[in-house]
């Protein structure tokens, strides 16, 4: 019997929106993957590369990033860094043989359960398609 | 054109000639002798004849260290254009002070720009020397050629044969950080040879993005021989394509990644 | 106004402009320029001589009879204003805008020698430890809304200027009449001009249905006329407010469920309105002497530069945001600065009242303690680790870090927490207290175990 692959999605949530946002779809008995495993920074800002590849070097199949909507920023434009950080980094990684799919950037507002859902349910589904990250790693261990 | 430069050069420094001497206490330039060739702060009185240019070094940093030792120091230097881009970068960053520098600029000739694959192979304060065409990176367009997987493969077999040397991050003119966090377990596991793919070269490459001028020097001093010029070279592609920026183009130019969109807007 | 014009402990700038902002809670800088009213204050007693001797008669539209009325190129702004002053308009006056070309009737007329064409603007600093944003709104220009055709018909006036026409003081001493000098017989007014509108503004305007039925009920009062209403929703929700509906309903205002769609201009001058009666189900038209279109409030045109200055941002409708819209209403994200009234969202007086006196009250109280309690979610620079480059400094939203001798420094009273720097910066020299890189990381080993 084959056992079929779950994703395990590291997402970096942003404090004031997308974290609520995941709230709001909870709150809405909305149903969301459980692949999905949170943790909240203040603002999606805060995310550095570095983080990224740690969670990739952990174990992660696949890294999300959702923050709020430009100009929505409750710190008015830490989100604009981000914007700019993650397009280069997932170039990098297609470069060196890695798909950049798994790295994904999005906004999703407080009041976007919906969008959450829909996002993370996509998410999944395009990690299960690409298999495991492990594969590309020589990570010796945590 | 080096017997220009040396006259430059020895105008500069010629004490007899007041009126041409904007106060510099030396020129930074290589020196050639019997022991190689070495980055060397020519003063009034030393033999020019020992000035050479080639084998290329990175100037910048040789500035960014007498600097430190004495800030009031004005020098001048001699700087091909990635010398000079290289200064700009680190202007910005404070670890420069271009108010008591004085780029002597040479230009590279067709051979190094070919070399280097260099799109700009002379420097806006261009002194000596004759302007010649920028090449295009072949490389880039060869590496994007290559399915993902053949580029995995690729880069898994040049990073196996890193050994930590940290050459690459010490040649680099850009890398000033008194703790480098290439050293840190937080982010790139120590203790194990080679590091374990990609995090340490993913983590120097996002570093460079908006700094690296392209001087090269990271691969040259590579005793590894791993093309990391191939993936910082995309990287200067991806500056200029996304956020129309070029290291070294100008001071006023601010680093993309660190400002808003509505300072530096990302395109496509 | 007039006791804040005199209360000991109220300095009133007046005709001046806010230029720069800097510091942080507790500890502003403000620079205010004080442009010239080519009058000295302190000598001015606002007798009004001048305005009476100016040779620019009635020429300049004046912005309080909302161009209703003209106005002097040396005036008073109107007779209760305060500081009770008059101003010079530099761009009309003759002496100031045509080369000295005037016999400066004005000079001779004062007797306090007040006027002083020499007078330049001043700039002053102050230091303050809170700022209540309190700037206001404008109407909403109905010229955007071509079906209106507003400016097509001097009787097709707007809220504001139909104030005018019914005030004391204004162009017609308090008489509703047409442009033509007669009383209406029939009046429209039209609510939600450039509210609830899509292609305007979103919002609803909340103080229109009130004061579009005052107008309604003022039109019965003084003149008679047929008064017919054109609203979508009628919003009276404030205490007294449902009972006024009923009374001018009682006083035979006529109320047509559907928004005025369309004003014609007849070729005799009169207007037709035309609109869906929703509770008819039909299209109604009607052929009347006066319109009054009930306009949107709307942000101040400046509204982008005062947001820049004090770090406020701006809520969708285009309003300053509030900290929080329920719990946080005239708080800012910004401490130390806070909102009074419409500049906020649009309130009418009572509610106006209540939100100034609620921003009085926690300027008092941030000022009464002394210090102030900020977040421990900080940003902390490490000095050894810190080399100086000011990539951090580029980063802060809240320009929160500076450079001091080659060392980044946050000012912890206006870091805000976001981390931003701490990821940017290549050395990690500078640590998120409370969201650390070895918190977050073993989170992500947590979550992944």
């Known amino acids: 019997m084959t056992e079929e692959f779950e994703p395990r999605i590291v997402a970096f949530l942003c404090n004031w929106c997308s974290y609520a ?17 949170p943790v909240r920074v203040m603002c999606s800002g805060r995310v550095a590369p570095e983080m990224i590849l740690r969670a990739f070097r952990a174990g992660a199949d696949g890294v999300l990033v959702l923050g709020c909507h430009i100009g929505d920023c409750h710190y008015d434009s830490g989100n604009h860094r981000t914007a700019k950080r993650i397009p280069v980094l997932r170039r990098l990684l297609n470069y060196i043989g890695i798909e950049p799919e798994r790295l994904r950037l999005d906004w999703v507002s407080a009041a976007e359960g919906n969008k959450f859902a829909q996002v993370t349910a996509e998410f999944t589904e395009a990690i299960r398609a690409l298999g495991p990250a492990k594969q590309h790693y020589c990570a010796t261990g945590r | 054109m080096i017997e220009e430069l040396r006259k430059v050069v020895g105008e500069l420094l010629d004490e007899r000639r007041p009126e041409l001497v904007e106060g510099l206490d030396g020129v930074v330039a290589l020196r050639g002798s019997s022991q190689g060739v070495a980055p060397h702060l020519f003063r009034s009185g030393d033999d020019l004849a020992e000035l050479v240019v080639t084998p290329r070094y990175p ?40 108010d008591n520098v004085e780029v002597i600029g040479i230009a590279c000739s067709a051979e190094e720009a070919e070399e280097c694959r260099c799109a700009t192979p002379y420097p806006q304060n261009l002194v000596v ?31 196996a044969k890193c050994l930590k040397c940290y050459g690459c991050r010490n040649a680099c003119p850009e890398c000033f950080c008194e703790e480098c966090v290439l050293e840190d377990e937080l982010w790139a596991q120590t203790g194990v040879l080679p590091p374990p793919f990609p995090s340490f070269h993913v983590i120097r490459a996002m570093h460079t993005v908006g700094k690296c001028v392209g001087c090269g020097e990271c691969e040259l001093t590579c005793p590894a021989e791993i093309p990391l010029t191939i993936l910082y070279s995309l990287l200067r592609r991806d500056a200029k394509e996304l956020f129309d920026y070029e290291a070294g183009a100008s001071i006023e130019d601010q680093p993309p990644l660190l400002v808003t969109l509505h300072q530096v807007p990302i395109r496509g | 106004m ?39 204050e302190e000598l001015c007693t606002g007798c009004g001589a001048c305005v009476e001797a100016c040779v620019w008669k009635e020429r300049v539209p004046s912005e309080f009879e909302a161009g209703m009325g003209k106005r002097n190129a040396i005036y008073i702004p109107f007779a209760q204003a305060i500081p009770l002053k008059a101003v010079v308009d530099a761009q009309s006056c003759l002496f100031l805008a045509r080369e000295g070309r005037c016999k400066q009737k004005c000079v001779t007329a004062c007797e306090r020698k007040a006027i002083d064409f020499e007078q330049k603007e001043e700039f002053v600093e102050l230091d303050v430890g809170a700022i209540i944003v309190a700037t206001g709104f404008q109407m909403f220009d109905a010229a955007k809304l071509p079906e209106y055709n507003y400016g097509k018909s001097p009787n097709i006036i707007d809220g504001l200027q139909f104030e005018r026409l019914t005030s004391a003081t204004g162009p017609t001493g308090g008489e509703i009449l047409t442009a033509e000098g007669k009383v209406p017989e029939r009046v429209a007014i039209i609510h939600c001009v450039g509210s609830r509108d899509e292609r305007a503004n979103r919002y609803c305007s909340r103080v229109c249905c009130m004061y579009a039925m005052k107008h309604a009920h003022l039109v019965r009062d003084k003149t008679g006329a047929d008064v017919y209403e054109f609203y979508m929703d009628i919003r009276a929700f404030g205490k007294g407010y449902e009972e006024f509906y ?39 038209e009607a052929r009347v002497d006066m319109v009054v279109l009930e306009t949107a409030l709307v942000p101040q045109p400046d509204i982008d530069k005062m947001g820049a200055l004090f770090g406020l941002s701006r809520s969708e409708d285009g309003f300053f945001l509030e900290a929080h819209p329920k719990l946080r209403p005239v708080e800012t994200n910004t401490d130390g600065v806070f909102l009074a ?25 941030l000022l009464s303690q002394g210090v102030v309690q900020i977040a421990p979610t900080t940003a902390q620079v490490n000095e050894e680790l810190c080399s100086g480059c000011g990539e951090c400094v580029l980063v802060c939203p809240y320009t929160a870090i500076s450079l001091t001798d080659h060392t980044a420094q946050v000012n912890s009273a206006l870091c805000k ?33």
């Open chain 1, 21 to 37: 946002g995941a709230d709001n779809a909870g709150v809405a008995r909305i149903s969301s993957p459980p692949n999905i495993l």
């Open chain 2, 59 to 98: 100037m910048a940093s040789v500035v960014d260290l007498l600097q430190d030792a004495d800030p009031d120091a004005r020098l001048g230097v001699v700087a091909r254009g990635c010398d000079e881009r290289a200064l700009i970068e680190m202007a910005k960053r404070q670890q420069v002070n271009l």
């Open chain 2, 129 to 159: 020397g004759e302007k010649v065409q920028g090449v295009e990176d072949r490389l880039i367009a060869e590496h994007e050629a290559l399915s993902r997987q053949e580029r995995l493969e690729f880069w898994k077999r040049q990073f």
């Open chain 3, 2 to 40: 007039m006791d804040a014009g005199r209360h000991p402990n109220i300095t009133l700038l007046a005709y001046s402009e806010v230029e720069e902002v800097s510091g942080y809670v507790g500890n502003f800088k403000v620079k205010v320029k004080r442009k010239p009213r080519y009058v000295i």
């Open chain 3, 246 to 284: 009923e009374r001018v309903q009682d006083e035979g205002v006529f109320f047509v469920r559907g928004r005025g769609a369309e004003v014609v201009v007849e070729t005799d001058g009169k207007l037709t309105v035309k609109a869906e009666d929703a509770n008819l189900g039909r299209m109604v």
């Open chain 3, 341 to 365: 009234g419409a500049c906020q969202a649009p309130r009418d007086v009572p509610d106006t009242v209540a939100h100034a006196n609620s921003a009085a009250a926690e300027a008092l109280a």
């Open chain 3, 417 to 449: 927490g976001c981390g931003t720097c701490a990821a940017a910066c290549l050395a990690k020299a500078i640590t998120a207290l409370h969201f650390t890189d070895e918190q977050i990381v073993a989170q992500i080993e947590g979550v992944l175990a």
